[in-house]
């Protein structure tokens, strides 16, 4: 076996220790948490035990679901649209300073305002309907990936652009050949943000005014202080944001296996 090919191996084994080792943190968590309101005596209605919540989750799994569809449909819909609108848009303010300079202080003063604020009124304008929650969603989204993706398209070296101008090639190939690989990986940063966030917005909006969603439930949960019943759709609300982060690491891995974030 050569050096390099032993050097693989262990990079191989560490890669795949990593999420064994996320597991075991997390049973004993759990294990912790059970053995806490166990022999701590802790009333359910306080801090209920692991096994309450997996038993509430399987016994009102129909319930779950058909809320879980509603705000995935929400948060993936703001989420996408975050993407299409945010990317293309620092790609223009990269490439022009003066539309930076007009619009991007306009954004910036646009975040300062709380979404929890808005919400209603985003209610008052589009009605009760899954379009305030995505916009919610959306607007959420919006800003990690534009301020990301705006620092990416201005990461590459003004020599590389020197360059290539030299060698004949148009603006055009010059930002589809080097400034886009060059901003990649700071653009999958502000999704990976985002993709967070986009579960934060979507409640938000169904706290605000909805008659479906986990959003939703969870305020019915609380009304009736049915505290097993909110720590069962926070749990599948976490679930729902790790595996819209996961999908969005994998597709980095997929789009950058070249970039330095992806070596051990």
């Known amino acids: 076996m050569t050096a390099s090919s032993g050097q693989a191996e262990k990079k191989g084994r560490g890669k795949a220790r990593l999420p064994f080792d996320s597991l075991i943190l997390c049973l004993a968590v ?17 801090l209920p035990p ?30 996408l649209l975050s993407i299409v609108i945010s990317v293309p848009l620092a790609a223009i303010l990269a490439q022009f300073p003066l539309v930076e300079r007009m619009l991007y202080p306009l954004l910036v003063a646009s975040q300062t305002v709380p979404k929890v604020a808005i919400a209603p009124l985003l209610v008052v304008w589009f009605g009760f309907g899954l379009f305030p929650k995505i916009l919610i969603a959306f607007l959420i989204c919006f ?38 690989p060059a901003a990649l ?10 993709s967070t966030l986009a579960i934060v917005g979507a409640i938000v909006g169904e706290f605000v005014a909805a008659d479906s969603g986990l959003g939703y439930q969870l305020i019915v949960a609380n009304g009736s202080l049915d505290v097993t019943l909110s720590f069962s759709i926070l749990i599948v ?26 070596r051990a």
Do not use: C
């Open 30 to 46: 759990v294990l912790a948490w059970q053995a806490v309101t166990y022999f701590g005596d802790v009333p359910a209605y306080l």
């Open 237 to 262: 609300l976490s679930v729902m944001g790790m595996l819209l982060f996961a999908l969005v690491d994998l597709a980095e891995r997929l789009a950058l296996p070249w970039h330095v974030s992806q």
């Open 185 to 194: 990986p700071n653009i999958f940063a502000g999704v990976k943000v985002a």
């Open 143 to 180: 800003f990690p990936i534009l301020v990301d993706s705006l620092v990416g398209f201005r990461s590459m070296p003004k020599e590389i652009a020197w360059l290539a101008r030299s060698t004949g090639a148009s603006r055009w190939k010059v930002f589809m050949h080097f400034q886009v």
């Open 50 to 79: 692991p096994s309450a919540i997996a038993e509430r989750i399987y016994s009102d799994f129909g319930l779950l679901f058909s809320h879980s569809l509603v705000t995935a449909k929400e948060v993936l819909i703001g989420f």
